[in-house]
């Protein structure tokens, strides 16, 4: 029974197709209204369609002018991208040539000092170089020798005029009536052995530098109730040899040997000779002198030091005289005599002939 009903209904659909193909009879009556909504009909068609093709063709219009914009605004899109990129890479640039700009600026200001420098040195050469042709001028002339005579000269006068001031600021005099224990030489007893041969005896008791005698205690006579007042004039005495002797040394232009410090009645002297160890080998005794340049600095005191490093300093010092006096090519008194050497070397440079050397 199930089967059935399927059946049925196609039947069904077919009859009532049947029933819609066939033709419609209108009556004449009515043949008139129905060819009037035939014609409405129709016309509302062809307005429909009209309708339709005008939506068609103006949404088509549309639909090209939205795509022509969505292309637009990608190009658009695109071309502010590579805008940005452009900009950061402008502002790198940009960054990129301050950093030059300030580097280029340091170099011209340097360059600049460099060009005046330059300029300051160019100018000082060519007034060396003038100077120095001016000089050769003076030196291959026929009166070259007149002419180094004539600043020899000056320059002799000059010396002897700053000395001069020396000895009056320190001025060495005889004094007669010195007793024994205040020379010089009384610390030691082999006095002759000391005066070279062809030198003058001076009694160096009898020199004072300024008023005060140059005095050294003997051994066999220092002991706790020394005067200390003699000591301190002795010291004093000392600076005061020491400080002419480095003005003399300096207006002659002559390095020291052994070089001074001065302070006053607390003055030192310098020895850069190194202490040898007689324990060693020559070899190392040699290098190590070589590589020790530290000075030692002896007193030129008595006065709480060892008596034998401040005669000892007294040595080095009248070592400095000879050296002076050797330069302008006069003889020492002897290792013992220093008052008697500054008062030598004082009236040798003060005298005519120094001038005329």
Request: hydrophobic share 35%; aromatic share 6%; proline share 3%.
């Given at each position: 029974m199930e089967s059935q009903k399927p059946t049925v209904k196609v039947q069904e659909e077919k009859q009532k197709g049947q029933e819609d193909q066939k033709p419609k009879v209108i009556e004449w009556e009515d043949y008139e209204?129905?060819?009037?909504?035939?014609?409405?009909?129709?016309?509302?068609?062809?307005?429909?369609?009209?309708?339709?093709?005008?939506?068609?063709?103006?949404?088509n219009s549309l639909i090209q002018v939205e795509a022509?914009?969505?292309?637009?605004?990608?190009?658009?899109?695109?071309?502010?991208?590579?805008?940005?990129?452009?900009?950061?890479?402008?502002?790198?640039?940009?960054?990129?040539?301050?950093?030059?700009?300030?580097?280029?600026?340091?170099?011209?200001?340097?360059?600049?000092s460099e060009i005046r420098s330059l300029l300051v040195a160019g100018a000082a050469l060519s007034a060396a170089n003038k100077r120095m042709q001016d000089s050769n001028r003076s030196l291959t002339g026929e009166k070259s020798c007149v002419h180094l005579k004539n600043l020899q000269k000056s320059l002799r006068l000059r010396q002897r005029y700053m000395v001069s001031q020396v000895s009056l600021l320190y001025p060495v005099k005889v004094v007669i009536g010195r007793a024994p224990e205040q020379e010089l030489e009384s610390f030691t007893s082999s006095i002759k052995s000391g005066v070279p041969s062809g030198s003058k005896h001076v009694d160096q008791g009898s020199l004072t530098i300024l008023g005060l005698h140059l005095t050294v205690i003997p051994f066999t006579k220092m002991s706790f109730f020394t005067d200390k007042k003699e000591l301190q004039r002795s010291s004093t005495a000392l600076g005061y040899v020491a400080h002419?002797?480095?003005?003399?040394?300096?207006?002659?232009?002559?390095?020291?040997?052994?070089?001074?410090?001065?302070?006053?009645?607390?003055?030192?002297?310098?020895?850069?000779?190194?202490?040898?160890?007689?324990?060693?080998?020559?070899?190392?005794?040699?290098?190590?002198?070589?590589?020790?340049?530290?000075?030692?600095?002896?007193?030129?005191?008595?006065?709480?030091?060892?008596?034998?490093?401040?005669?000892?300093?007294?040595?080095?010092?009248?070592?400095?005289?000879?050296?002076?006096?050797?330069?302008?090519?006069?003889?020492?008194?002897?290792?013992?005599?220093?008052?008697?050497?500054?008062?030598?070397?004082?009236?040798?440079?003060?005298?005519?002939?120094?001038?005329?050397?």
């Open positions: 209204q129905e060819l009037a909504r035939l014609c409405s009909l129709t016309s509302a068609l062809d307005e429909a369609k009209r309708r339709k093709n005008n939506l068609e063709q103006k949404l022509q914009t969505l292309s637009w605004t990608n190009e658009l899109n695109e071309m502010h991208e590579k805008l940005e990129s452009r900009k950061l890479v402008m502002g790198n640039m940009s960054m990129h040539s301050k950093v030059v700009e300030e580097k280029v600026r340091k170099q011209e200001e340097q360059l600049s002419a002797v480095s003005l003399i040394a300096s207006y002659l232009q002559v390095p020291l040997r052994y070089p001074l410090r001065i302070g006053g009645s607390r003055s030192y002297i310098r020895d850069y000779a190194p202490a040898i160890d007689h324990s060693m080998s020559s070899s190392d005794s040699y290098s190590e002198s070589l590589t020790s340049s530290k000075p030692v600095e002896f007193p030129l005191f008595i006065e709480g030091q060892d008596f034998t490093r401040a005669a000892y300093a007294m040595f080095l010092l009248n070592k400095d005289l000879e050296q002076l006096l050797n330069f302008i090519g006069v003889k020492s008194l002897g290792p013992r005599h220093v008052l008697a050497n500054l008062k030598e070397l004082l009236r040798t440079i003060l005298s005519s002939e120094y001038i005329e050397m």
